[in-house]
């Protein structure tokens, strides 16, 4: 059996020192906050060449926490993909916001920037934007951010699966998450920098939004039950995720090498299949949290190779709009060719930091069998 992911593995490579961690934590009783969630919080941040990172209770949160924070509300439109993961659009319909659902370009998965552009221009009022690193490759971000600075909307970086993925940005190469007004990580245990549970952050170079942040995913407690705002809540990192996720972050860059190394060895030996091979645009590195193959005949493929003991995974079988939750907001006239082909065809190849070459090559075999 090959696996699509390999959380244990991981746990396994790492298992002296995470053991370790995890044991101090529970000898010191410090389990909400404490040194591991400060400590991860300034790394992260460092990581990323960002100002400031909050710790939250998982991604989703993340998301919405941001949003709050960015002022978004009830009465403001938010622009979102029609290809992502449920999460993304959620986050908008919880903080009272309605989604405007745009299509994704066919290179890249991620929102049409252009589209977005278009229909501001014909009159669509927009007080934020979430691009979505889908799969570990960066978002148009230099479109989006020449877009935001002819009308000023708020971007929402949603880099759950992009941890470490950079992009070429005014003549420097910049980590995702850091670019927009907040960037939100998930540390949901398969992610690139994964959590042994849910686990989540956001980030910001604003010291007045990240205090904002902050002050919301905390009860809006500015100061021992001082409670300034109506609507906070409780949404934090825990310190034993913390502690695993500090260990795990001095390997990000050598295990997104790896994601990337098994990539390449997938894009080399595949040229030639009947598939549409996942590219990364000029300037962009993918961190590939997913290797997306796209296949006309996907589902046989994709039974075919569940046969013979491999678990390739569809990311996502049902575009946003065609979703029953979200079918409110989906725009007739869009139609979403694109989004909706996606959902169609896309299959996601096994592909993790520690995965075998002889397992990265019965893959290969496989899916030359039956797709040459
Ligand atoms: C694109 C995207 N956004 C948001 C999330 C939500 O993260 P979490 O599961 O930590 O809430 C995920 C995670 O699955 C995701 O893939």
């Known amino acids: 059996m090959i696996a699509p992911v390999d959380p244990a593995g991981e746990y396994k490579a790492l298992k002296k020192r995470i053991d370790a961690a995890v044991r101090e934590v529970l000898a010191s009783g410090q389990f909400i906050g404490g040194v591991h969630v400060e400590g991860f919080e300034q790394e992260f941040a460092a990581f990323l ?16 926490v941001a949003l709050a924070a960015c002022g978004i509300g009830t009465g403001d439109n938010v622009a979102v993909p029609a290809f992502t993961f449920a999460a993304t659009v959620e986050a908008v319909v919880r903080v009272g916001a309605t989604p405007i659902i745009y299509d994704i370009t066919e290179s890249d998965f991620s929102i049409d920037v252009h589209a977005v552009g278009e229909s501001i221009r014909a009159g669509q009022s927009i007080a934020a934007v979430i691009p979505v690193h889908l799969y570990g490759h960066p978002a148009d971000m230099e479109g989006l951010l020449a877009l935001q600075s002819e009308h000023g909307f708020k971007i929402v970086e949603d880099a759950a699966q992009s941890h470490g993925a950079r992009i070429q940005i005014g003549g420097e190469r910049k980590r995702v998450g850091r670019l927009g007004t907040f960037g939100c990580f998930s540390f949901y245990p398969t992610k690139n920098l994964g959590a042994a549970g849910d686990a989540g952050a956001i980030v910001t170079n604003d010291e007045a939004l990240a205090a904002r942040a902050r002050l919301i995913a905390n009860h809006g407690d500015a100061a021992k039950y001082t409670h300034v705002l109506p609507d906070g809540r409780n949404s934090r990192l825990d310190a034993i995720q913390a502690a695993i996720l500090r260990i ?21 030996a595949l040229d030639g299949v009947d598939a549409r091979l996942p590219s990364e645009r000029p300037g962009a590195e993918s961190v590939f949290h997913q290797y997306a193959l796209r296949i006309a005949n996907r589902d046989q493929v994709l039974a075919k190779l569940r046969e013979q003991g491999i678990a390739a995974g569809v990311h996502y079988p049902i575009a946003i709009p065609d ?50």
């Open 323 to 372: 979703q029953e939750g979200f079918a409110d907001y989906a725009d007739d006239h869009a139609q979403y060719p694109t989004a909706r082909r996606a959902a169609d065809e896309v299959l996601c190849l096994p592909i993790y930091p520690l995965m075998k070459d002889s397992d990265v090559e019965t893959v290969i075999e496989a899916i030359t069998a039956l797709l040459a």
């Open 49 to 64: 060449g960002a100002a400031h990172a909050v710790g939250v209770a998982n991604g989703t949160d993340a998301l919405e």
């Open 248 to 268: 795990k972050l001095e390997h990000l860059d050598e295990w997104n090498s790896s994601r990337r190394r098994i990539a390449a060895r997938y894009t080399q």
